[in-house]
């Protein structure tokens, strides 16, 4: 049984039971259903080039002690394109996280035409804070995983996909450890 101060989760929209006409006007429609489109397409894209990255390829060239595929049809190597399937992991994540969050502020009449830049933005800063989370691990800077962690890429997929998910709490993470390493420039 919930203690009376917990909050229960809110899964509804707090409209009564038959009320099912929209809140929104025809062009808000619009613009959430282009909104929505965007970001399948992003997800499309993102996972087209994603299975790319990570099918296995024969080996083009061997070279300066690197092997060498074709990606995209460019020659790279294969550290590199583990880090590219990181980023694209992290890209997928966050666009997951953007429809998530699209389709529960819908319901619950929370969407609102400003926030289209950040829904834009998103997938992009999720692809972004992935990779350099990767760097920082992968360096060692932050101790949590083993180096080797990454040589595995269904590990690497996993980690991309919930860094990028995950990715503004990482970054609030990383303010807060900011703001208490060096202060800000309202401390006196």
């Known amino acids: 049984m919930a203690d009376e101060d917990e909050e229960l989760p809110d899964y509804d929209d707090g409209r009564p039971t038959g009320e099912w006409k929209t809140r929104y006007v025809f062009r808000a429609w619009l613009q959430i259903s282009g909104e929505f489109l965007l970001l399948f397409l992003y997800l499309a894209v993102a996972n087209y080039f994603l299975i790319e990255?990570?099918?296995?390829?024969?080996?083009?060239?061997?070279?300066?002690?690197?092997?060498?595929?074709?990606?995209?049809?460019?020659?790279?190597?294969?550290?590199?394109?583990?880090?590219?399937?990181?980023?694209?992991?992290?890209?997928?994540?966050?666009?997951?996280?953007?429809?998530?969050?699209?389709?529960?502020?819908?319901?619950?009449?929370?969407?609102?035409?400003?926030?289209?830049?950040?829904?834009?933005?998103?997938?992009?800063?999720?692809?972004?804070?992935?990779?350099?989370?990767?760097?920082?691990?992968?360096?060692?800077?932050?101790?949590?995983?083993?180096?080797?962690?990454?040589?595995n890429y269904y590990v690497l997929l996993g980690l991309g996909f919930v860094f990028g998910y995950f990715s503004d709490n990482i970054l609030a993470a990383l303010q807060n450890l900011a703001k208490k390493a060096f202060g800000t420039l309202d401390d006196s």
């Open 53 to 151: 990255a990570i099918t296995e390829k024969p080996a083009e060239i061997a070279r300066d002690g690197f092997i060498y595929s074709t990606l995209f049809g460019v020659y790279v190597s294969e550290e590199n394109a583990r880090w590219i399937a990181l980023v694209l992991a992290g890209f997928v994540g966050g666009t997951v996280f953007d429809l998530k969050w699209m389709y529960h502020s819908v319901a619950k009449g929370i969407w609102n035409v400003d926030r289209c830049l950040w829904r834009i933005i998103v997938p992009f800063n999720s692809a972004m804070v992935s990779l350099f989370t990767g760097f920082l691990f992968k360096s060692g800077v932050v101790p949590f995983l083993k180096n080797e962690s990454f040589d």
